[in-house]
């Protein structure tokens, strides 16, 4: 089992960054790819962004070129770099160990004016 803490989530205006981050528990860690995922009201959880245990990256269409994912396994913490933001981004973002399937409790990102 790994436990996952999300942080950094709030309100910013379009255009604003923010960045999120996932501590997480547990040696297995550094050996599990971890991902960031988002759910949006009414709508279905969508994977954002993933990342290797040797640090491949992977992102969503609709994030490309805005977001970027790391990892700092010293650490054991992702994160989540979100620049020019926008209000579609707008979600719960959940942090995912993708090895043991352990979900944070989520961190609310509200892009408004």
């Known amino acids: 089992q790994v436990q996952l803490v999300e942080s950094g989530g709030g309100l910013v205006q379009p255009g604003g960054s923010l960045r999120l981050t996932c501590a997480a528990s547990g040696t297995i860690f550094r050996i599990s790819a971890m991902a960031w995922y988002r759910q949006a009201p009414g709508k279905e959880r969508e994977l954002v962004a993933d990342i290797t245990s040797g640090g491949w990256p992977n992102y969503a269409d609709s994030v490309k070129g805005r977001f970027t994912i790391s990892r700092d396994n010293a650490k054991n913490t992702v994160y989540l770099q979100m620049n020019s933001l926008k209000p579609e981004d707008t979600a719960v973002y959940y942090c995912?160990?993708?090895?043991?399937?352990?979900w944070g409790q989520g961190t609310q990102v509200t892009v408004s004016s």
């Open positions: 995912n160990s993708v090895r043991t399937n352990n």
